[in-house]
T-cell receptor, first 112, second 116 residues
Framework: QKEVEQDPGPLSVPEGAIVSLNCTYS??????FMWYRQYSRKGPELLMY????GNKEDGRFTAQVDKSSKYISLFIRDSQPSDSATYLC????????????FGTGTSLTVIP | GAGVSQSPSNKVTEKGKDVELRCDPI?????LYWYRQSLGQGLEFLIY????????KSGLPSDRFSAERTGGSVSTLTIQRTQQEDSAVYLC??????????????FGDGTRLSIL
């Protein structure tokens, strides 16, 4: 079983839709959770960074962490064509080793 | 401010040649990571530096791969006797943290390596 599972999509939505992206994980020690956005031929760009459970909102983006279910989500409200990209989740335990575990990414297309 | 800089952005070379990839992290970032990203695959961890030392080399796929970091700043990833399966995007990331508290990583745009 992989440490982090993420549906690769592709996901296609109309402009203005609410997008839900999700990852599940198996390691209960994970406590730092990140979402990255990666445009074609670019490096991943940090979108959201959360610690432990709960919600965090930044503009049109909301990150949710449910540690009891080992499930994290990224919601994008009022999606725009510029949101079309691959979204990667990442997480770590925050102890020795500093290893980060990444999902394989979900490809999102927002259609004008 | 300046982000993580990687060079070259693209590299095409013949099988069997050696290649050297460079990463210039964000100023002041003590942690530096190398990853490999293949089409349709997730990020594959290669090596982690804290300062100039590499406490975690567990992801290096073979002894053809090596990396060093000097002056706590620039890092180079060297692949010797390249093989076609080495073709991928090599990404570098840096962060503020040492052990204990994980600060998020900031990535460069990668080096696209193609082995003919």
């Amino acid at each position: 079983q992989k440490e982090v599972e993420q549906d690769p999509g592709p996901l296609s939505v109309p402009e203005g839709a609410i997008v839900s992206l999700n990852c599940t994980y198996s390691n209960s020690a994970f406590q730092y959770f990140m979402w990255y956005r990666q445009y074609s031929r670019k490096g991943p760009e940090l979108l959201m960074y959360t610690y432990s459970s709960g919600n965090k909102e930044d503009g049109r983006f909301t990150a949710q962490v449910d540690k009891s279910s080992k499930y994290i989500s990224l919601f994008i409200r009022d999606s725009q064509p510029s949101d079309s990209a691959t979204y990667l989740c990442a997480m770590s335990a925050g102890n020795t080793g500093n290893q980060f575990y990444f999902g394989t990414g979900t490809s999102l297309t927002v259609i004008p | 401010g300046a982000g993580v800089s990687q060079s070259p952005s693209n590299k095409v070379t013949e099988k069997g040649k050696d290649v050297e990839l460079r990463c210039d992290p964000i100023s002041g970032h003590t942690a530096l990571y190398w990853y490999r990203q293949s089409l349709g695959q997730g990020l594959e961890f290669l090596i982690y530096f804290q300062g100039n030392s590499a406490p975690d080399k567990s992801g290096l796929p073979s002894d053809r791969f090596s990396a060093e970091r000097t002056g706590g700043s620039v890092s180079t990833l060297t692949i010797q006797r390249t093989q076609q399966e080495d073709s991928a995007v090599y990404l570098c990331a840096s962060s503020l943290a040492g052990t204990g508290i994980n600060q998020p990583q900031h990535f460069g745009d990668g080096t696209r390596l193609s082995i003919l």
